[in-house]
C-alpha cells in the first residue's frame, strides 16, 4: 500500500498526519520556551498529573479529552500559584501533581465499567488512529494562535524565558505571562495525548529544541527551526509506523533521536578536524 494514496483514501489517515504535523509545530514552540526556562519537569508534570482528569472524564462517561485539559490547566496554575506565593518548592508541587494525576487516572479507570488494559496503554503512548475531526480543528486553532502570540509577544515572552528577574526589572508582567504560559503549554500537552501519548509527550517538546540548539543559540529561530524540526519528525515518524506496523508515538520519539545522533555527530567533526 501506498502512504500518501491512503491518505486520500483513507479519511482516519488524513487526520493523523495533519495531527502530527500540528502537533509538532505546538510542541516546537511552546518546548524552546519549556527548555529555555529549565521547565521539562513542570512540563513532565503536567503532562502526567491530566491522567487524573482522563480517568475521571473516563469513569463520568464524559468527554476524555476534556476532562484532561480541565485537569491539566488547574494543575499547571496551582504549580504555578505554588512556585509564587507559598513556601512549598516548584518541583515538590510538580512532584505532588505527578503522583496524584497518576494515581487518581489510573483508579478512576480501573473503577469503570468494561475497562480494559487498552484503554489505559492508548492514552500513555497514544493512539494516533483515533484522532478525531475536532481534535484536528482544536489543533489547528491552537496552532494559530500560538503563532500569532509568538509573534506579537516574542520579546517578552524572551525576556521572561531567560531571566525572570530581569524581565520583572525591564517592566513585563511575568505573573502574568507565567500563568498565560502554563496555561497554553497543558493545553498543548492534552491536544498532543492522542498522537504521542503521557509517556512520550514530553520528549517531543524537547528533542527538536535539544536537536536545533546545537546549531543556532538564538531564540526566535530555534522555536520556528524546532516547530519545522518536530513537523517532519513526526510525519516521518508516522510513515514509519504506517509501514513497519509499529505504534506511531516510539516511531516519532526513534526519528528525533537518530535526528540528534546525526546531528551531534556533525557538529564534533570540525572540532576533529582543526584538532588535526
Known amino acids: 500500500m501506498d502512504f500518501f494514496a491512503d491518505i486520500f483514501e483513507y479519511h ?25 526556562r529549565r521547565m521539562v519537569f513542570l512540563c513532565g508534570g503536567i503532562t502526567h498529573a491530566s491522567f487524573g482528569g482522563l480517568g475521571i472524564a473516563f469513569y463520568l462517561g464524559a468527554n476524555p479529552i476534556l476532562g484532561a485539559t480541565i485537569f ?16 512549598i518548592r516548584e518541583d515538590s508541587a510538580i512532584g505532588l501533581m505527578w503522583g496524584v494525576g497518576m494515581a487518581m487516572g489510573a483508579l478512576f479507570m480501573s473503577l469503570r465499567p468494561g475497562y480494559t488494559s487498552g484503554d489505559l496503554s492508548s492514552f500513555l503512548f497514544g493512539n494516533i488512529i483515533s484522532v478525531t475531526n475536532s481534535d484536528v480543528i482544536a489543533l489547528g486553532i491552537l496552532t494559530l494562535l500560538l503563532i500569532v502570540g509568538a509573534i506579537i509577544w516574542l520579546k517578552p515572552i524572551m525576556y521572561m524565558a531567560f531571566d525572570r528577574d530581569f524581565a520583572s526589572a525591564a517592566g513585563v508582567k511575568t505573573t502574568l505571562i507565567g500563568y ?20 512520550l509527550l514530553v520528549s517531543l517538546m524537547t528533542m527538536p529544541v535539544v536537536i ?7 531564540y526566535d529561530k530555534i522555536a520556528i527551526y524546532s516547530s519545522i524540526v518536530a513537523a517532519i519528525g513526526a510525519l516521518i ?9 509499529v505504534p506511531s508515538g516510539p516511531a516519532i520519539i526513534f526519528v528525533l533521536t537518530l535526528a540528534l545522533i546525526i546531528v551531534k555527530l556533525l557538529s564534533l ?3 576533529r578536524a582543526v584538532n588535526r
Open 12 to 36: 482516519y489517515l488524513a487526520n493523523a498526519v495533519i495531527a502530527c504535523i500540528l502537533s509538532g509545530i505546538t510542541c516546537g514552540i511552546i518546548g524552546t520556551y519549556i527548555v529555555a
Open 72 to 87: 491539566a490547566v488547574l494543575s499547571a496554575l496551582g504549580i504555578e500559584y505554588a512556585a509564587n506565593k507559598t513556601k
Open 180 to 199: 498565560i504560559m502554563s496555561v497554553v503549554t497543558a493545553v498543548t500537552i492534552v491536544l498532543s495525548i492522542r498522537v504521542m501519548g503521557i509517556v
Open 212 to 218: 536545533v540548539n546545537s546549531i543556532t543559540k538564538q
Open 237 to 245: 515518524g508516522i510513515i514509519v509506523s504506517y509501514y513497519f506496523e
Open 269 to 271: 567533526h570540525p572540532k
